[in-house]
C-alpha cells in the first residue's frame, strides 16, 4: 500500500487519480492545519462535480464525498464510518496509525451547523473511541479534533469548523 500510495501521489500520468490523490492530501493537510475554508471549498467542489443529481442532497451522499476528499489520509488512519462511540454512532472516526498523531473525528449535520454536529460530538462523549476500556491504557497520546461539517439542502452551502476537544493523556 505505501507503494502504491507514492506511487499515486508522484506519477502524473495517472491523470484523475494522481489529481484526486493530491486534493485529498490537501484536504488532509486543510484539516490537520485548521484551514477550515480550503476543507470547504475542496468539500463543495467534489460535492458539485462527484454527486448524483438524484443523490445530491443526501447526508449518505455527502458522507461518499467526504470518504472521496479523505483518500490520502488512510495511508495515515484507519478510517471508520459510523462507528460507535460513547453513546451513539461517530459518522467517521481516524485512527492514527502513530499512537502520538492526532486523532480525528468527523460529524456531518444536513440541513444544521458545524456549531451543533461539534456539541454532539461532545455530548455524546465520541472521545472516549480513544481512551480504551476500563482498566486499559489509552491505545493514543495525540490531541483528539473534532470536526463539525455542515450542509444546506436549500442554499447547498458546505461549511466546517475544527475544535481540538480534549487531549487524550
Known amino acids: ?99 502520538n498523531d492526532d486523532c480525528i473525528i468527523l460529524e456531518l449535520k444536513a440541513d444544521g451547523t458545524p456549531e451543533e454536529a461539534l456539541a454532539q460530538i461532545k455530548s455524546k462523549d465520541y472521545t472516549l473511541r480513544f481512551k480504551g476500556r476500563l482498566g486499559e491504557n489509552p491505545q493514543y497520546t495525540g490531541r483528539i479534533l473534532a470536526a463539525g461539517i455542515s450542509y444546506s439542502r436549500k442554499t447547498k452551502n458546505i461549511t466546517a469548523k475544527l475544535k481540538y476537544i480534549s487531549p487524550l493523556v
Request: charged share 25%.
Open 1 to 99: 500500500m505505501d507503494k502504491f500510495n507514492d506511487l499515486l501521489m508522484t506519477e502524473n500520468s495517472l491523470g484523475y487519480v494522481y489529481q484526486l490523490a493530491k486534493k485529498s492530501e490537501q484536504m488532509l493537510q486543510a484539516t490537520l492545519s485548521g484551514d477550515t475554508k480550503v476543507m470547504e471549498e475542496i468539500l463543495q467542489y467534489a460535492h458539485n462535480t462527484e454527486s448524483p443529481v438524484l443523490s445530491y442532497n443526501s447526508e449518505a451522499e455527502l458522507s461518499a464525498v467526504v470518504n472521496l476528499c479523505y483518500l490520502s489520509a488512510r495511508s495515515r488512519y484507519r478510517i471508520e464510518r459510523e462507528d460507535k462511540a460513547g453513546k451513539g454512532f461517530a459518522d467517521f472516526i481516524f485512527y492514527p496509525e502513530r499512537k
